[in-house]
């Protein structure tokens, strides 16, 4: 069971931290650009509401490995996700081009006229980002039905080194010596939609052919469930979580998705709401340089940790009480925290940020602190994705939709109250966000534990 958990989540992992490697390739071109700290303060900002939206339709992949069956539910869940893209990219419009992006941008963040145009084009660029984003989840989603997770990691893999690749191709250029922002723009383009490429490849070989017949997938024999109206889970007492529909509707579908919209979107929000607080600081676009880079790299060694989530619902029946499941979970957070103390703690991290990244000694040094902090969010997120992954096998989803506003709520405290002491603003920001991830982790311990004993 062990051996089978393990080659199940490598691919996932691998993809994970070969993603954060390309990020800090592209951090490190954006380092070697004219104007390095307004550019990185600028994509920090603009990335940062771009990945608010991502954020909440990447949970398409959770939507299609567990609701979809057949051709009828793909085309159900798939109109879905098409409108949640069509929906966000109208939101970044707004931000891009109208009055709402410049009192969001501009006034909210206490940014200069330059930054904040600077962020509006970015954003401008990325509109059909999150519409991109949700048909590849939705998609990968499906290869992780059949136990396709080497064709999910490819792809992420193919995507990141065409990102990696724009990078050195366009970093000399004189359009991007010209206009730095472009830089991670282009980058992001290459890797996101050669990723869908790969995808689309994969469903149609491996995915695409169960669904014409209309029978379970490996993913879905591996839950004991069979299409329509069959438990598709049981809490610890031993009784059936939920049932699923005969046939799929709409109005399923987004009862189902909306605590996950909610949950990830608000920890995506996260980052644009301590940029809110940091820019405003007097030392906020320096600070806002070095949360761009801190969150990039700290999320290399405990991002993988997400992936946790799909152990549950992709074991149901070799595990149903999720036993191994959890031991297995708590090793892999020991592991990640393991490998963060030693990234963090030591000299290793100048390695890191000034061989690596590129950026001077002094940019370095005010990093350090909230590399350190960071260093603690395994603990967290390693109880929160097993949480989640019981939330998605019962179809339980609604237990953990406080847990995202506990989050926020406890972030906006936080980052006011160390306000009130001399610290710097990346300082600040990272110390609110950890202690948003452990309300975050206490709230959905403690809905998950009423909904059983209820």
Known sequence: ?????????????????????????????????????????????????????????????????????????????????????????????????????????DELHAVDPTLGGTVRRALGFLLPIPLIVGITRFLSGLLLRVRRTDIVSYAMMAGISMSVVSVFLFLPTPTVQADPILLPVMATYFGVLTELAVIIYGYRRFARRLLHRGVSTE?????????????????????????????????????FYWPLAVTIGIQAL?????????????????????????????????????????????????????????????????????TMALMFWTPVRFFLLETLIGVDHDFAVRCTVPLIIFSFFPLAVTIRSYLHGIALRDHRTSAIAPSGPARAGAIVI?????????????????????????????????????RRRA
């Open 219 to 255: 993913g879905e024999k591996a839950g004991g469930q069979e299409a329509g109206g069959e438990p598709i889970g049981r809490d610890t007492g031993g009784e059936p979580a939920t049932r699923r529909p005969h046939s799929l509707t709409v109005g399923y579908v987004l009862r």
């Open 270 to 338: 996260s980052r644009p709401i301590i940029n809110l607080f940091v820019a405003r600081g007097t030392d906020g676009t320096e600070s806002l340089a070095v949360l761009t880079i801190v969150y990039a790299l700290a999320h290399l060694p405990y991002g993988w940790l997400n992936e946790l989530k799909n152990l549950p619902p992709a074991f149901q029946r070799q595990d149903p009480d999720a036993r191994i499941i959890r031991r297995f979970t708590a090793v892999c957070g020991l592991i990640s925290f393991g």
């Open 414 to 450: 936080v980052v006011n109250v160390l306000a009130l002491f001399d610290l710097h603003g990346a300082i600040r920001g990272v110390a609110a966000l950890y202690s948003g991830f452990v309300v975050e982790a206490i709230v959905v311990r403690w809905r998950m534990g009423r």
């Open 1 to 105: 069971m062990y051996r089978s958990l393990f080659w199940f989540l490598l691919p996932l992992v691998i993809t994970e931290l070969i993603y954060e490697l390309g990020i800090q390739v592209i951090n490190g071109g954006i380092a070697r650009v004219p104007r390095p700290t307004e550019t990185l303060a600028a994509y920090g900002i603009a990335w940062g509401l771009t990945s608010f939206l991502t954020g909440t339709v990447s949970q398409t992949r959770q939507m299609s490995m567990v609701l979809v069956r057949d051709r009828a539910t793909f085309h159900t869940v798939f109109r879905c996700v098409g409108g949640f893209g069509g929906v966000h990219f109208l939101i970044l419009a707004c931000l891009a081009f109208t009055p709402v992006g410049l009192w969001v941008i």
